[in-house]
């Protein structure tokens, strides 16, 4: 990751531009430096993370601005311990209207969709890759729902918030999670059925099978009973 310094009040040395991506309809705004091609910038006004879901139900106002979203990354960062890639940075500051915002800083992806790869790239290596990544979110799941609160990355289980590519200073392909709007809630049964749909989904698409993510997938419903 490179290091950004700082400009006027916002954590960066340059200007922030608009983005020409599409918005994905979440909660983020996209932004661009220009010395930075092979950066995307989210903007995350706070107030719309705090207000979404049920996290600021579960804190009920107890922390400030600041907090929630040292919370809100907390959870992100987390993802990695379970082998879910995030290409990003996060930094804590004020956006260019003085608001109190939350900045992703993310590596583009150079590759593709997970339900726009090429049949010929479908080896055995990505593969046990796509296994993995299922079979690791079922695992967050399952962690979560023994936790005392619950609160879990609730927008991270479409097969198309993921890229297979490479980012810049790394030869090796990758599954990547490039969709990551800080949202959190409460564990339920809804994210368990997305996990379904989009195994069975990869599954035809690809003509493959998801071994151990199925198993995985068979031990998380007995223990929701779903």
């Keep these: 990751m490179e290091s950004f310094g700082f400009k006027d009040h916002t954590p960066f040395k340059e200007p922030l531009d608009d983005s020409s991506l ?35 139900a579960f804190h009920r106002g107890s922390v400030s601005l600041f ?5 809100l990354v907390g959870h992100i960062k987390e993802l990695n311990k379970y082998g879910i890639n995030v290409p990003a940075e996060f930094v804590v500051g004020e956006d260019q209207n003085n608001k109190p915002a939350l ?9 593709k969709n997970l339900r726009e790869l090429e049949g010929s790239s479908m080896t055995n290596s990505l593969k046990e890759e796509l296994d993995n ?5 079922i695992g967050y799941l399952i962690d979560k729902m023994g936790e005392e609160d619950g609160l879990i990355m609730c927008d991270i289980f479409r097969s198309n918030q993921y890229m297979y590519g490479k980012i810049k200073g790394s030869e090796e392909e990758k599954i990547y999670l490039v969709d990551m709007d ?8 809804s994210m368990i059925e997305s996990i379904e749909r989009n195994i069975e989904d990869l599954e035809m698409r690809y ?17 929701s009973l779903i």
Excluded: C
């Design 133 to 137: 990544l299922w079979t690791n979110l």
């Design 103 to 111: 900045f992703m800083i993310v590596d583009k992806v150079i590759g």
């Design 207 to 223: 003509n493959i099978s998801l071994t151990n993510a199925k198993s995985k997938l068979i031990e998380i419903k007995q223990a």
């Design 182 to 189: 800080p949202i959190v809630s409460f564990v339920d049964d």
């Design 67 to 71: 907090e929630a979203a040292r919370i």
């Design 22 to 56: 599409e918005k994905d309809g979440g909660i983020s705004t996209f932004l661009e430096i220009k010395s930075r091609p092979n950066k995307l910038i989210r903007k995350v006004d706070i107030h719309d993370a705090v207000d979404s879901y049920n996290f600021s």
